[in-house]
């Protein structure tokens, strides 16, 4: 007997429309120019990641969080169907100036019980318009053709899949990172 994988199963899903308005990504640049502001990390490989970012507190836009837990609930119960899913960290604002990058990695730990709860899910957002900047692609591994990023759309993949950022050869990549979890997989 062969066992296939469910047709409606995906490792990888683009919005094929915004989920974020033009004014709500304004709004969250915006407020990622007041946060603190670090340089992003690799804790396994220095050298593997050259970009600025900045967390958005929960309190400071509420419904921005509810909006993409709303949205993320439905997409994981027609796409991916794990369970236990919610948002369990700050997003994060990752910004990517000519040369930046970040080079292949998971946004999961090898040892899940390192890290509970365990991400399951990532969603990237690009808040600005693609007209300014170019490179900046982000390429998941095993998929043929980059998600397609509009200002606004997102792409939401398994946490456990390889994924980068490629260097950014002119202007300003802004996005929008979260990460969705629950207990470890079974």
């Given at each position: 007997?062969?066992i296939?994988?469910?047709?409606?199963?995906?490792?990888v899903?683009e919005?094929t429309g915004h989920?974020?308005t033009?004014?709500?990504c304004?709004?969250i640049i915006?407020?990622?120019?007041?946060?603190?502001r670090?340089?992003?990390?690799v804790f396994?490989d220095?050298g593997?990641?050259?970009?600025?970012?900045g967390?958005?507190?929960?309190?400071?836009?509420?419904?921005m969080y509810?909006?993409v837990?709303?949205f993320i609930?439905?997409?994981n119960r027609?796409?991916?169907?794990?369970g236990?899913i919610?948002?369990?960290?700050?997003?994060?604002?990752?910004?990517?100036?000519?040369?930046?990058?970040?080079?292949?990695?998971?946004?999961?730990?090898?040892?899940?019980?390192?890290?509970?709860p365990?991400?399951k899910?990532s969603m990237?957002?690009?808040?600005?318009?693609?007209?300014?900047f170019d490179?900046g692609?982000?390429?998941?591994a095993g998929?043929?053709?980059s998600?397609?990023m509009?200002q606004?759309?997102?792409?939401?993949?398994?946490?456990?899949?390889q994924?980068k950022?490629?260097?950014?050869?002119?202007g300003v990549?802004?996005?929008?990172v979260m990460?969705f979890?629950?207990?470890?997989f079974k």
């Amino acid at each position: 007997m062969i066992i296939t994988e469910p047709k409606w199963k995906r490792w990888v899903v683009e919005t094929t429309g915004h989920i974020f308005t033009p004014k709500l990504c304004q709004d969250i640049i915006n407020l990622s120019k007041t946060l603190p502001r670090e340089k992003g990390k690799v804790f396994e490989d220095e050298g593997k990641r050259a970009s600025t970012i900045g967390w958005i507190p929960f309190n400071k836009m509420q419904s921005m969080y509810d909006e993409v837990n709303t949205f993320i609930q439905k997409t994981n119960r027609n796409h991916f169907g794990f369970g236990d899913i919610q948002i369990t960290e700050t997003a994060q604002v990752s910004e990517y100036t000519k040369g930046e990058f970040y080079d292949w990695h998971t946004d999961t730990c090898i040892d899940m019980n390192l890290e509970p709860p365990v991400r399951k899910l990532s969603m990237t957002l690009l808040l600005n318009d693609p007209s300014e900047f170019d490179g900046g692609e982000l390429k998941i591994a095993g998929v043929e053709t980059s998600p397609i990023m509009k200002q606004g759309h997102a792409a939401i993949f398994a946490s456990f899949l390889q994924h980068k950022v490629t260097p950014v050869t002119r202007g300003v990549r802004r996005s929008l990172v979260m990460w969705f979890g629950g207990e470890p997989f079974k």
